[in-house]
């Protein structure tokens, strides 16, 4: 009977460790997009956005997420790319060649730049011929 058990016991140990490998092979298959700028976690890509990996983390949550479908990027005629986020994670700025204005008549380049407000992740609008900042 003793060894009946013993048995047992040794075959969901080596299902658990099993299950432990597969969890890490899948953990570890993700890229890493880059640096969160709130916690200093990995930011990994989704189908719908790129997040911090501390949204899982019960004690210490971070939300820091940057949509794919970014309104900001989306209103000035851009998709935002994953180098894109990838280059805003790594030096804090973006440079981007042929915003459309609101009326989509005219064209302009300007630097974008990531601004972490804390809760919510923000971009301003820097351009070279002037020092004025516009914030979205």
């Known amino acids: 009977m003793y060894r009946k058990i013993q048995l047992q016991i040794n075959e969901i140990i080596k299902k658990d460790i099993q299950i432990?490998?597969?969890k890490s092979q899948i953990t570890d298959s993700r890229e890493i997009i880059?640096?969160?700028?709130?916690?200093?976690?990995?930011?990994y890509e989704s189908e719908k956005s790129y997040y911090c990996d501390g949204f899982k983390d019960k004690e210490n949550t971070c939300n820091f997420t940057i949509w794919k479908e970014n309104k900001f990027f989306t209103d000035k005629g851009k998709k935002l790319t994953k180098t894109m986020v990838k280059n805003?994670?790594?030096?804090?700025?973006?440079d981007v060649k042929g915003f459309k204005s609101k009326d989509k008549n005219k064209e302009y380049d300007a630097r974008v730049k990531l601004k972490n407000t804390g809760k919510y992740i923000n971009f301003i609008l820097e351009f070279n011929n002037s020092n004025n900042q516009k914030k979205y």
């Not at 880059?34 to 930011?43: A, D, F, L």
């Not at 994670?89 to 973006?94: A, N, P, R, T, V």
């Open 20 to 22: 432990e490998k597969a």
């Open 34 to 43: 880059g640096i969160c700028p709130h916690c200093k976690r990995n930011v």
């Open 88 to 94: 805003l994670l790594k030096k804090g700025y973006i």
